[in-house]
Every structure is written in structure tokens, then in C-alpha cells.
């Protein structure tokens, strides 16, 4: 029988479970949060510096139909400067990328602007603090995932990612879990 976690991803942390660094123990890993079965895997990743929700199964079926279909994820982001309007519609119209060298158009997504901070937990290396300016913190709902892609989003229209946080995977929420926590589900909600 198939088993499902979902964790409150750590900043710092990275996505996998075994690393290919030449110095082992220089990164830390989604296995030292918990005592995972074997042949579990991670849906998704999130870079180094992204915190949130990552769904984790034994299930590869599972695995492959979250990343490969069109299963929204929502991401809580926090950018430098006050953003605008017009920042905000390019970002919902598409903006173009680089992906691997080559220049990519996002597809249409959802963005809104949050007018109240949300509440995380702290994160162990500071954002910065308000003598460098203004930040504000807008919703992204993407129905795709390539690498970096919120980050290259918010910088390719002047607003750089200064925190990002994914709250929502299709129907499954972060709610009010800490950062590090792992909760294990009976099912993942499509």
C-alpha cells in the first residue's frame, strides 16, 4: 500500500532524499526531517531557497500525474519594491523566460496582491528588514512548474523574489503546518 506525506519544506533545505555532492553533508536533505519508507520520492521540488508545501509519495503513478498534468500550485511571494498594476497583468498574460538557454513564454496564471502579510514561521536566515525599502507579497497560482520559474517571473518584470513560499498544491493545502513538519495523509486530494 502506497504511503503520502505532505512537509513544510524548510528554507535551506533541498528537494531529494540522496545528494551527488562530492562532500556529502554539505546540504541538508529531506531525510533528516523524518524517517521516510523506502522508495519514497518527492512531487515536484522547490529550490534551496523556497520554503512550503511538498508532497511526497511512494506512488510514482501519482507522482507523475501531479507534475505532468495540470494540477494548480499556488505560491505565497514576497518581491522587492511595491508592485505594480501593470507588473501584475504581465504576469497573469505570460513573460518571457530563459529555460535551459532558451527563451520560454509562461503560460497565463493567476496573481493577485495579498493586503495581509501572511503569517509564516520565521525563517532562519532573514529576508532583510525595512531600511532597504518596500516589499509586498502577491499570490501566483501557475498550472505549469519549470525551474526557477516564479523567481524568473517576478524579475523579468522588475520585482525580484525576496522570499516564496508554495501554499497549495491542487487541492492540498500547507494550512498551518511549521516549517520542517511532516504530516502523513491517507490520500492526496486531486
Excluded at 524517517?35 to 520554503?51: H, I, N, Q, W, Y
Excluded at 505549469?144 to 522588475?158: D, L, P, S, Y
Amino acid at each position: 500500500m502506497h504511503r503520502h506525506f505532505k512537509i513544510y519544506k524548510p528554507y535551506g533545505y533541498l528537494s531529494q532524499f540522496i545528494t551527488n555532492q562530492k562532500k556529502p553533508g554539505k546540504h541538508k536533505l529531506l531525510g533528516e526531517l523524518y524517517d521516510f519508507p523506502e522508495g519514497t520520492m518527492a512531487v515536484g521540488r522547490l529550490d534551496k531557497d523556497s520554503e512550503g508545501l511538498l508532497l511526497l509519495t511512494t506512488n510514482g503513478k501519482l507522482s507523475t500525474m501531479i507534475t505532468a498534468g495540470d494540477s494548480e500550485k499556488e505560491y505565497y511571494v514576497q518581491v522587492d519594491g511595491e508592485i505594480t498594476e501593470e507588473a501584475i497583468r504581465k504576469l497573469e498574460e505570460g513573460v518571457d523566460i530563459s529555460i535551459n538557454g532558451k527563451i520560454y513564454h509562461t503560460l497565463p496564471c493567476t496573481v493577485e496582491k495579498l493586503f495581509n502579510i501572511p503569517d509564516f514561521p520565521e525563517r532562519t536566515k532573514k529576508v532583510r528588514d525595512e531600511r532597504h525599502g518596500p516589499t509586498t507579497w502577491i499570490s501566483v497560482t501557475l498550472t505549469e512548474g519549470k525551474f526557477r520559474q516564479v523567481k524568473k517571473m517576478t524579475a523579468a518584470v522588475g520585482f525580484p523574489t525576496l522570499r516564496l513560499v508554495r501554499v497549495r498544491i491542487a487541492n492540498e493545502k500547507l494550512d498551518d503546518m511549521n516549517s520542517g513538519e511532516v504530516r502523513e495523509l491517507r490520500e492526496v486530494k486531486l
